[in-house]
């Protein structure tokens, strides 16, 4: 029946004009309904949908039956095309299978029954799951099957008849077994055979087994072809490990054909020792530690290297002992020059610069920075300003260190308030303590809800091993009492020393108890 014929229906039944006649087993709602869901519209199978696991469901990890999806579905209507995932384990929240996403693989309308790949736990009746289109996933599905072949590097599936390398760049995950839903990138791909070839520097993790899978849409980079003219990719631009060296008497290519590995390896070749041409490379020029200019005229000066030209003007700067007076008269042009150094160690000279009082001048001269230092050490100006206090660290000044131990001194945390309402007539805490430092523990109870009637009995703990909380104190308050505040005061603990405060119900009432505490402990910063 088509569309047109659903129309003309309708118009029969809503009687438009006479000449129409209206005939029960084609006409009827019942007969529209029924054309339409052949037609693929209308009640059953939308992009998602929420399921309920049958009362009579077995429990299983791979077949499941729902009870809540209304008109009876066609057969296969989700196969491999929609995903189940478990949003609530009614008999154990928060515990597998909930939260887990399967592949659809077989649908039973009549029974509303779905066959998936395996959860890691049994769905049960009760159980409350989402049945979703693939469309929803944040993934392009391209293809999907089982396994033929298992390998954690080359898995295969015999019946793919793809052209070679047509999933080149994209992802192969597995929906089921020990490596589900671990994409791993495909290198290379093979049509004969359906050989997927993974990434091998990151492929699974283990064998795939003959499971489920899909190819999720995805790119990625790869070399491309040595010389190519391509200039579109990063690829492109960086090259490939077989690149020829080019020559090293040109200047680099202008056209699109020299990539970053070119110029990387005419680069090593000009700082080799035995490039093609020796007057080009970087060591050929500086040479080594070892190498000697015998010639006093530098006659070999473009067969020597700078290393050997060097030694050799450093023998003519001082062919015997060489000596210089700093403080004293020049003997030579280079002790001049030593001289002139020793200006900028005394207070004659004016290029040196050094602070070493935080705050203080600038110092031009080794003499007035040593002073500086003395002053800060045992002087009676000190620092002129000192830095502010912190904790010993790297990057941290002594200074600093000096003044947190002068200034830090056990203090009063924010006290915190809160109420306690009891819920049964079982010993319940109150609070229990987590502090990392020394402390003095102080607690106030209002007692200001108590009625006549009332029977609570409250105890402090103290946990003297670092391990178990024992008894130190008790009281047992009955009715209303005169005094409203039950308190602890001045208990000292530690990191391993801990406190803790309950309350136990004895009559039939449960009531609130707002409190408040707070610790004088030795800041941590």
């Known amino acids: 029946m088509s569309l047109i014929d659903l129309i003309a229906n309708l118009r029969r039944i809503q009687n438009q004009a006479a000449a129409e006649t209206f005939d029960q ?25 929420f399921g309920r696991c049958a009362a009579a469901m077995a429990p299983s ?10 008109a009876v579905l066609p057969n296969d209507v989700f196969d491999n095309h929609f995903w189940m995932q478990v949003i609530r384990n009614v008999s154990a929240p928060v515990t597998a299978p909930e939260g ?13 029954t779905f066959t998936t790949d395996g959860f890691t736990a049994n769905l049960e009746p009760g159980d409350l799951v989402a049945i979703f289109h693939e469309s929803i996933l944040p993934i392009e599905i391209l293809g999907f099957g089982t396994l033929t072949t298992s390998s954690a590097t080359v898995p295969a599936d015999v019946a793919r008849t793809e052209a070679n390398n047509y ?15 671990r994409p791993t990138r495909i290198v290379e ?30 790119q990625a980079e790869f070399v491309p ?19 020829v060296v080019p020559a090293m008497n040109i200047a680099p290519a202008t056209v699109m054909t020299d990539t970053i590995v070119h110029h990387v390896k005419a680069i090593l070749e000009r700082v080799g020792a035995t490039p093609a041409d020796p007057d080009d490379s970087l060591l050929t020029n500086i040479g080594q530690r070892d190498d000697v200019a015998t010639l006093d005229t530098l006659a070999d000066i473009t067969t020597t290297s700078i290393q050997a030209k060097l030694r050799r003007i450093l ?10 007076t700093i403080q004293g008269a020049a003997r030579t042009d280079l002790a001049l020059m030593l001289d002139q150094l020793a200006t900028y160690i005394a207070a004659l000279g004016a290029a040196y610069s050094a602070t070493v009082d935080p705050g203080g001048a600038a110092r031009t001269n080794i003499e007035q920075t040593l002073e500086d230092l003395g002053a800060i050490l045992a002087g009676a100006a000190g620092l002129t300003t000192f830095p502010v206090r912190a904790l010993p660290a790297n990057t941290v000044s002594m200074a600093e260190v000096e003044r947190y131990i002068a200034e830090v001194k056990p203090e009063f945390a924010a006290t915190t308030a809160a109420s306690h309402v009891t819920a049964s007539a079982v010993e319940e805490t109150i609070l229990t303590t987590a502090y990392t430092v020394p402390f003095q523990f102080f607690f106030d109870l209002d007692l200001v809800n108590l009625v006549a009637g009332d029977d609570f009995t409250f105890r402090f703990y103290k946990r003297i091993d670092g391990a178990t909380y024992r008894l130190m104190s008790e009281q047992q308050i009955v009715g209303a009492p005169t005094l409203k505040v039950y308190s602890i005061l001045d208990e000292y603990g530690d990191s391993a020393q801990q406190v803790r405060v309950t309350v136990q119900r004895n009559g039939a009432t449960n009531r609130t108890f707002p409190y408040r505490y707070n610790s004088l402990r030795q800041p941590v910063a």
Request: net charge negative; aromatic share 8%; proline share 5%.
């Open 25 to 49: 087993t084609t006409d009827s709602l019942e007969a529209i309904s029924n054309a339409i869901a052949a037609m693929g519209f209308g009640p059953g199978v939308s992009l998602w949908m």
């Open 61 to 70: 990890t791979t077949v499941i039956t729902t009870d809540n999806l209304g």
């Open 100 to 112: 887990e996403i399967r592949r659809i693989t077989g649908f039973v309308g009549a029974t509303q």
């Open 167 to 181: 999933f080149r760049g994209h992802l192969l995950m597995t929906t089921e077994g020990a490596v589900r839903f």
């Open 189 to 218: 791909y093979t049509g004969a055979g359906g050989i997927f070839i993974v990434d091998p520097n990151n492929p699974f993790p283990a064998a795939t087994g003959l499971v489920d899978y899909v190819i999720c849409g995805s």
């Open 225 to 243: 072809a040595g010389g190519g003219t391509n200039n579109r990719t990063p690829a492109d631009v960086i090259g490939m490990k077989d690149e």
């Open 315 to 324: 023998t003519r700067m001082a062919p015997g002992a060489f000596s210089a």
